[in-house]
């Protein structure tokens, strides 16, 4: 339901690829609520999805950037307060990207030039991102950044490989800047830790159909929707949450707190 919880404010979505993302399902519902957006992906995902229409029906410009890049990072961020009419009040980072996994690279054995690679793109961006947009002075009092996280942070999931340690990194960088960001100019940062979703990305973890299968089971309201984890976006952007910053927020239907589960026995 659009109440206008985002009347007025403007941000920069990263990583809408396809209807599937969570990206693309939380652009949709920042517009919904009344915020202006730029959109961004790095130029092989442009190609390779079809932002432009997610673009067409938001009213959205596109501005391509390589999340690793200083220099995209800049003309991005430059950009997109001439676009949007000044500076941001939102940015969600919705990255990630495993070479080991892709080429699915067992986890004992992993290419570490490729793990490094991961890094990068998956976590050290964000960290990126939030030195531009503070170097820049580009965040409004009170703003909100967000990235998307898993559970995988802290506990095992062997298949998941070193994306499992990317979050952990991506989780600290959101605590350390989260300080910096808050003693600044108030801006709140947080990661969500979202249910098992059936994205492009996603779905390419070995194994992901049965996870996905066995987390709905275990948990109590079942896996959280990308549709979902876009409504919780548009709160964290909202000025309902000013006072939640550098947390890792659960956002899984309840699996976190689970132990066993009687009806996964029977799967």
């Given at each position: 339901?659009a109440?206008g919880?985002?009347?007025?404010k403007?941000?920069?979505?990263?990583g809408?690829?396809d209807?599937k993302s969570?990206a693309?399902q939380?652009?949709?519902k920042c517009h919904e609520?009344g915020?202006?957006i730029?959109?961004t992906n790095?130029p092989?995902?442009?190609r390779?999805?079809?932002?432009?229409?997610?673009?067409?029906i938001?009213?959205?410009?596109?501005i391509?950037?390589?999340?690793?890049?200083m220099?995209?990072?800049d003309n991005l961020?430059?950009?997109?307060?001439?676009?949007?009419?000044g500076?941001?009040?939102?940015?969600?980072?919705?990255?990630?990207m495993s070479?080991n996994?892709?080429?699915?690279k067992?986890y004992?054995?992993?290419?570490?030039?490729?793990?490094?690679?991961t890094?990068?793109i998956?976590?050290?961006?964000?960290h990126?991102v939030?030195?531009t947009?503070?170097?820049l002075d580009?965040m409004?009092?009170?703003?909100?950044?967000?990235?998307?996280?898993?559970?995988?942070?802290?506990?095992?999931?062997?298949d998941y490989?070193?994306?499992?340690?990317?979050?952990?990194?991506?989780?600290s960088f959101?605590r350390?800047f989260g300080?910096h960001?808050?003693?600044?100019?108030?801006v709140?940062v947080?990661?969500?830790?979202?249910?098992p979703t059936m994205?492009?990305?996603?779905?390419?973890?070995?194994?992901?159909s049965?996870?996905?299968?066995?987390?709905d089971t275990?948990?109590?309201?079942?896996?959280?929707s990308?549709q979902?984890c876009a409504?919780?976006?548009?709160?964290?952007?909202s000025?309902l949450?000013?006072m939640v910053?550098?947390?890792?927020?659960?956002h899984?239907?309840?699996f976190?707190?689970m132990?066993m589960?009687?009806?996964?026995?029977?799967l």
């Open positions: 339901m109440n919880l985002l009347e007025g403007v941000g920069i979505i990263f809408a690829l209807e969570i693309w939380t652009a949709l609520q915020a202006k730029v959109l790095a092989v995902a442009l390779m999805g079809g932002i432009q229409d997610l673009a067409d938001i009213g959205a410009e596109v391509p950037a390589d999340a690793t890049s220099e995209d990072l961020i430059v950009k997109s307060q001439e676009i949007l009419g500076k941001l009040d939102f940015i969600l980072h919705s990255i990630g070479i996994v892709r080429k699915k067992e004992t054995d992993l290419n570490h030039d490729w793990m490094l690679k890094f990068d998956s976590a050290i961006s964000f990126k939030m030195q947009a503070m170097k580009a409004n009092e009170w703003g909100s950044i967000v990235a998307l996280s898993y559970m995988a942070a802290q506990r095992v999931f062997p490989s070193e994306m499992a340690e990317s979050k952990a990194l991506l989780e959101a350390s300080y960001w808050g003693k600044k100019s108030k709140r947080n990661t969500i830790s979202q249910s994205t492009t990305a996603g779905s390419g973890v070995k194994g992901f049965d996870f996905y299968s066995y987390s275990m948990s109590p309201l079942g896996n959280a990308s979902a409504d919780y976006c548009v709160t964290l952007f000025d949450t000013r910053t550098m947390q890792n927020l659960l899984d239907g309840g976190s707190s132990g589960e009687p009806d996964v026995l029977s």
